[in-house]
């Protein structure tokens, strides 16, 4: 069976082959690309909140007077 696309005839094993490379383009090269730059951006922008607004914690401790009950 033979389908005619733009004056070109391809075939089930060309159609075939031509599907199988397109998901391994995207399951082993576009997609791992996309993962690491996501998980990079974000920890890129906790990194930059981190610069402005100090590590997460409490900032305000003072040590507790002698001889006191906390």
Not at 7 to 30: C, D, M, N, P
Not at 35 to 38: F, I, L, P, S, W
């Given at each position: 069976?033979?389908?005619?696309?733009?004056?070109?005839?391809?075939?089930?094993?060309?159609?075939?082959?031509?599907?199988?490379?397109?998901?391994?383009?995207?399951?082993?090269?576009?997609?791992?690309?996309v993962?690491?730059?996501?998980v990079?951006?974000?920890?890129?922008m906790?990194?930059?909140?981190?610069?402005?607004?100090?590590?997460?914690?409490?900032?305000?401790?003072?040590?507790?007077?002698?001889?006191?009950?906390?």
């Open positions: 069976m033979k389908k005619t696309i733009a004056g070109e005839q391809i075939s089930f094993r060309q159609k075939r082959r031509r599907e199988l490379l397109t998901f391994f383009v995207l399951a082993f090269g576009i997609w791992p690309i993962a690491v730059g996501t990079a951006s974000y920890g890129f906790v990194w930059a909140y981190q610069i402005v607004y100090g590590p997460p914690g409490p900032h305000d401790i003072t040590p507790a007077r002698p001889n006191s009950a906390e």
